[in-house]
């Protein structure tokens, strides 16, 4: 027997005490991840690092980041880990959130949810990936090199001849570290910029300690563990946003307020709103602002096409609508009865 709305209808005090049981659920469920998180926050933190050191060692820099206060790195180490629980520990806590709504929605407007739900993590997971792997390399190396640049001359040291006996030591340039080198050897790694001293033996492995060798120009390129992290953080959260053009576009087009036609009609206007996101959610350069906007455009011309295969009433009749329609059809206009042919009988 189907439930009636009187017997879907749960009191208030109910709701809470659901809602109280779910968010209990999440809570339980993302503390693992969350311990898990800390485990892997420091490799996850190197691994950000990466793309800003081989922008600097490509423009022959140090590839060294700063640390000026005692707990600055710890604190970036603690704002991954969460973030690590959240992206991680979203799926569960979006389940639970879904147990609790999912019964006051009828059966045809879950089929929205089953199509944007998923469809939104995939856009997050692209945004953030196209965001590390194409835009954060382009803009990194765009600000290495163009803080590398100084004055013509500005830095020029004064040159003179040697005094009568001094000569000048020389260290050997390697392209890697030697295999065992013994405690006051030197020498300088020419890929890392820097020179390398074995000091001393630890747990039967030579200590060495590095100096970075830096250019010289009047300014020396050595990032903040802490401002290099939350720009990373704000660049991820702004690709994630920005890639749900697509599911505004659905969002908009399911509730009537625009139609396939009206965007396809403003398409220069789309392009100038692209243009300013790109320029307010990205740093005030123009490559990481062309590269925000171009594939913006790209998803917002994605949600046109999706909005025209994907309608309203598409949707809420299930993915079988055209079969549906036809049937219907079929049921409302029956095509005629051929009058000569028989029904199988006799005469």
Request: with cysteine; hydrophobic share 50%; aromatic share 10%.
């Amino acid at each position: 027997m189907d439930r009636t709305l009187s017997d879907a209808i749960m009191p208030f005090g109910e709701h809470l005490e659901e809602l109280r049981r779910r968010l209990i659920y999440a809570l339980l469920g993302i503390a693992p991840i969350f311990v898990l998180s800390l485990l892997v926050g420091k490799p996850i933190v190197l691994f950000l690092m990466e793309p800003a050191r081989e922008a600097l060692r490509a423009a022959d820099l140090p590839s060294k980041f700063q640390q000026t206060g005692v707990l600055e790195f710890f604190y970036a180490y603690m704002r991954i880990s969460f973030i690590i629980t959240i992206l991680v520990g979203s799926p569960w806590v979006l389940w639970q959130l879904w147990l609790f709504v999912s019964p006051g929605l009828y059966p045809n407007e879950r089929r929205f949810a089953y199509l944007l739900a998923p469809f939104s993590i995939l856009l997050t997971v692209i945004g953030v990936a196209f965001m590390y792997y194409v835009m954060l390399p382009v803009v990194l190396a765009f600000f290495v090199n163009f803080g590398s640049v100084g004055l013509p001359g500005e830095s020029a040291a004064r040159t003179a001849p040697l005094a009568p006996g001094i000569v000048l030591p020389q260290t050997p340039v390697l392209e890697a570290d030697p295999p065992d080198p013994q405690p006051g050897e030197m020498w300088i790694n020419g890929p890392l910029k820097e020179m390398r001293v074995a000091v001393r033996e630890r747990d039967g492995a030579p200590l060495v300690l590095t100096i970075p060798l830096v250019g010289t120009g009047p300014v020396m390129q050595q990032y903040r563990v802490s401002e290099y992290v939350s720009m990373i953080l704000s660049f991820a959260l702004a690709f994630a946003v920005a890639f749900q053009m697509p599911v505004v576009v659905l969002l908009l087009g399911w509730a009537g307020i625009i139609q396939p036609a009206v965007l396809t009609r403003y398409r220069r206007h789309a392009i100038m709103v692209c243009a300013v996101l790109g320029a307010v959610l990205t740093p005030a350069d123009p490559i990481s602002m062309l590269l925000l906007a171009g594939p913006l455009y790209g998803l917002y011309e994605l949600g046109v096409v999706m909005l025209g295969l994907l309608p309203a009433e598409r949707v809420a009749a299930g993915f079988d609508f055209w079969g549906r329609k036809r049937r219907r059809s079929l049921a409302d206009h029956p095509p005629p009865i051929d009058a000569d042919a028989g029904d199988g009988g006799g005469p």
